[in-house]
């Protein structure tokens, strides 16, 4: 069971990327997935979640109406869309599976880990 998130890069402030989630090993389109964030220094900071059918999503204060998380089952993968990044949102983002929670909810908590994609957002 591995997670690996991509898509990471240098963008300037304002501008926009787009975080991919997929898995090896097990279908992402049975589990709740949730995109974290660590900044050197800095506490795990938990950006997004989907819940198993995507009907619940759920966003840290920082980043709504800026960030969307997606799932596209038809890719089996999870997406996080990025627009207007801010010099603050600098990290390595990774993202996390659940299978353990009832189907319309945000899990706190999360079994499986990937290794991150790095964010820098500078001028």
């Known amino acids: 069971v591995q997670l690996q998130a991509s898509g990471g890069g240098l963008v300037q402030p304002g501008g926009s990327l787009r975080l991919s989630c997929v898995a090896y090993?097990?279908?992402?389109?049975?589990?709740?997935i949730a995109w974290f964030r660590q900044a050197p220094g800095k506490e795990r900071e938990r950006v997004s979640c989907?819940?198993?059918?995507?009907?619940?999503?759920n966003y840290a204060d920082s980043v709504k109406g800026r960030f969307t998380i997606s799932r596209d089952n038809a890719n089996h993968a999870v997406y996080l869309q990025m627009n207007n990044l801010k010099p603050e949102g600098t990290a390595t983002y990774s993202c996390?599976?659940?299978?353990?929670?009832?189907?319309?909810?945000?899990?706190?908590?999360?079994?499986?880990w990937g290794q991150g994609t790095q964010v820098t957002v500078s001028s």
């Open positions: 996390a599976a659940d299978d353990k929670s009832r189907p319309n909810v945000c899990p706190r908590t999360y079994d499986y």
């Open positions: 090993g097990f279908t992402l389109d049975y589990y709740a």
């Open positions: 989907v819940s198993i059918n995507g009907d619940s999503t």
